[in-house]
């Protein structure tokens, strides 16, 4: 009987749980062993591997989180802890593990195979959406709802005091989630790392708008883009204006994942369950064009990084 694993490594994304789910049923559809890792890479370390059955995925296709856990495990860049992970792996007859996870993930899961002889496949999970060989990860689309929901509510109170609202999100160096929340959301302004901006410009833009009768303002502004407060400062004493600042934080990383979410991740499990049955190794999962493809780890962590510049325009067409 074949044997495999899956863990959830790095920050938790919505439909990790979904994806947990499709692995393990569909793998028991396949006549394969299902053991999962609690808390990525650590639980390799620790001995932390479960026996999984249909039963034990029961009821979580609509969380958010990971009920496998997951944890940063920073003493896995050293080859002696892989080897320690792989030993653990192959204690319980285990030659194949399924990594879901973003892109320091994905380098652990490489050094696996690479150093370890593992055979890994890899599913993108974040809500960064920074993983750039793919054109969604697993998280994205109900991360950008949940700062949707926000942009919603900010708008209320932001118009009922004629403010001007600066709503920071999370991505790290990826300004996707702002991109898109700013365009679905309706917001005048979007800072993102990818693209410079100029404050004097966005000041002036700010007080046309008010003197065309616009009474409140929304600026999406990535958490990469620069420095918050010093933006807000300058806008303030530049406009006059009250620039109120909100950090969504931690809220746009959970919630139920979005149908979205939740179909990408199924399908993304199924691709990696068969791969592993192929008895295929090192192949990272992604979406192109809504189909489900693979490719070589490394090709995939070698993509330079994209930001759709198009949409960056259309963006800032319609905000005007
Ligand atoms: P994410 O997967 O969301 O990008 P991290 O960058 O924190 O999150 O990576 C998750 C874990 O992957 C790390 O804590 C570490 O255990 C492992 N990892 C990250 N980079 C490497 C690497 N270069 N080699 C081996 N393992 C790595
Ligand atoms: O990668 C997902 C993410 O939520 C980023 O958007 C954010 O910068 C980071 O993780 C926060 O990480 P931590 O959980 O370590 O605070």
Do not use: W
């Amino acid at each position: 009987m074949k044997k495999i694993a899956i863990l959830t490594s790095g920050g938790d994304a919505p439909g990790m749980n979904a994806c947990v789910r499709a692995c393990v049923r569909y793998a028991i559809a396949k006549d394969v062993d299902v053991y999962g890792v609690e808390r990525g890479y650590v639980g390799l370390l620790n001995n932390k591997i479960n026996f999984m059955s249909t039963r034990s995925v029961s009821d979580i296709v609509h969380r958010g989180g990971t009920i496998l856990k997951t944890a940063r495990c920073p003493e896995f860049i050293d080859v002696e802890y892989q080897q320690q992970a792989a030993e653990t792996l192959q204690a319980y007859g285990i030659d194949s593990l399924i990594v879901i996870g973003g892109d320091g993930s994905f380098r652990g899961a490489k050094d696996l195979s690479d150093n370890c002889g593992i055979n890994v496949v890899a599913i993108p999970a974040t809500i960064d959406n920074d993983l750039d060989y793919t054109d969604f990860t697993i998280g994205f689309d109900t991360s950008v709802n949940t700062v949707l929901n926000a942009i919603n509510n900010l708008r209320d109170t932001m118009g009922s005091h004629d403010r001007v609202s600066l709503l920071e999100v999370m991505g790290r160096k990826c300004g996707d989630i702002a991109l898109y929340a700013a365009l679905a959301g309706g917001a005048e302004f979007c800072l993102t790392p990818e693209v410079p901006y100029n404050i004097d410009e966005i000041a002036k833009t700010l007080v046309k708008s008010r003197k065309r009768g616009k009474t409140s303002n929304m600026i999406i502004f990535a958490e990469g883009a620069g420095d918050r407060d010093e933006i807000c400062r300058r806008l303030e004493d530049h406009t006059g204006l009250s620039v109120k600042t909100t950090t969504l934080g931690y809220v746009q990383r959970g919630g139920s994942p979005t149908m979205a979410d939740r179909v990408l991740a199924s399908r993304m499990a199924v691709k990696a369950v068969d791969l592993m049955i192929e008895g295929k190794t090192n192949r990272a999962i992604g979406v192109k064009d809504n189909n489900i493809f693979d490719m070589d780890i490394s090709e995939a962590l070698a993509f330079e990084h994209r930001f759709n510049h198009e949409l960056y325009k259309v963006m800032n067409i319609l905000a005007r």
